[in-house]
């Protein structure tokens, strides 16, 4: 699960997916009247669990919560973002309403809900994905308007108007718009954004200068080392997204905040049937990382993982990879599919 904004909104509708997620920010407004609650250390407690892929953990201590109380709205957005991570789109959206239901003034719940409904959106028809898509934009535009300093909504936004068509409300020049923002916000995500509305006019010389430019600009360069080895797999210069896969492991390495990078930089490798053994080695060094992400879920880096070291012949990592997403997150349909299919050979 790349971390993903408008994921899953079809070819038809969007040129390309697009990753996304990060822990939700509250508006200014909403922080102003947080309160500690008697609830508040298991929802510490369940965003811990969530961000080291314990989805286990983190629904249990969800369902242990009283029924009524003033957490209730960051509760749904927690039980959303677990459910995203286990890839059950129906019952995460149905959180993230429930969490904007509860509290409206709160930016990273409507960015959350856009997330869920661009999930739906990509698994719907045209006819639902295109009122979905509607939906979509405006979760990211309220998001924006209830904190316009919210870097992830930004860029969530960002990529949907460079993405989508005029008729859901996209439009690059809504696009440029929003990287100009960004410029105050995140320089890197404005450049990175730059090099996506350039990539998708052709303009490979000018994607590729802001790709790197993004680099230079990052504070956290990792994750952009890895869209610049994006931009070279969608061109198909395999040589240069090898080596800036190498880059992006090395300044992981260097900052360990970055491990989302090692993740996102295997999956790269791993799609396009590229160094196995390199992309194994990140994934096995983002799981013994003390930074792991919902973005990268631990679970499903576990069954990544799991089939490299099946085609690395490996038998019995596999098997120890499959067993550590299951304990991890039992109810993830491709680890159950994939135990099913050991137990019947």
């Given at each position: 699960m790349l971390s993903l904004a408008v994921r899953a909104l079809p070819a038809a509708m969007l040129a390309a997916a697009v990753s996304a997620s990060a822990p939700a920010q509250a508006s200014a407004a909403s922080r102003e009247h947080e309160r500690p609650t008697e609830a508040s250390q298991p929802l510490a407690e369940a965003?811990?669990?969530?961000?080291?892929?314990e989805a286990d953990?983190?629904?249990?201590?969800?369902?242990?919560?009283?029924?009524?109380?003033?957490?209730l709205a960051e509760a749904s957005n927690l039980e959303c973002r677990v459910r995203l991570t286990l890839e059950q789109w129906n019952a995460a959206l149905a959180e993230c309403q429930q969490a904007v239901r509860l509290d409206g003034e709160n930016s990273g719940?409507?960015?959350?809900?856009a997330r869920a409904l661009g999930e739906k959106a990509g698994r719907a028809s045209f006819l639902t994905a295109y009122s979905l898509a509607k939906r979509v934009r405006v979760e990211f535009e309220e998001a924006v308007r209830l904190d316009p300093r919210n870097a992830e909504a930004l860029f969530d936004?960002?990529?949907?108007?460079?993405?989508?068509p005029g008729i859901v409300g996209g439009g690059i020049e809504k696009a440029q718009g929003v990287a100009a923002q960004l410029d105050k916000v995140d320089p890197a995500r404005a450049h990175q954004l730059r090099g996506r509305i350039a990539e998708q006019q052709k303009d490979y010389d000018t994607a590729e200068r802001e790709f790197k430019a993004a680099i230079a600009a990052g504070a956290h360069p990792a994750s952009q080392w890895v869209s610049l080895a994006g931009f070279y797999r969608h061109r198909k210069r395999w040589t240069e997204m090898e080596s800036a896969v190498h880059s992006a492991a090395a300044a992981a390495e260097r900052d360990k905040r970055s491990s989302l990078a090692l993740y996102?930089?295997?999956?790269?490798?791993d799609e396009t049937s590229r160094n196995p053994e390199l992309a194994a080695k990140m994934l096995d060094d983002y799981l013994a990382s003390p930074a792991k992400t919902e973005e990268a879920p631990a679970f499903v880096a576990h069954m990544?993982?799991?089939r490299l070291k099946e085609q690395l012949g490996d038998a019995t990592a596999a098997n120890r990879e499959q067993a550590a997403a299951l304990a991890l997150a039992h109810e993830y349909k491709p680890a159950q599919d994939l135990s099913r299919q050991e137990t019947r050979r």
């Open positions: 965003n811990a669990a969530l961000q080291v892929g953990k983190a629904l249990a201590l969800l369902d242990s919560l009283p029924p009524s109380g003033v957490s719940y409507h960015l959350w809900l936004l960002g990529e949907f108007y460079q993405q989508a996102d930089g295997a999956t790269l490798l990544r993982l799991a």
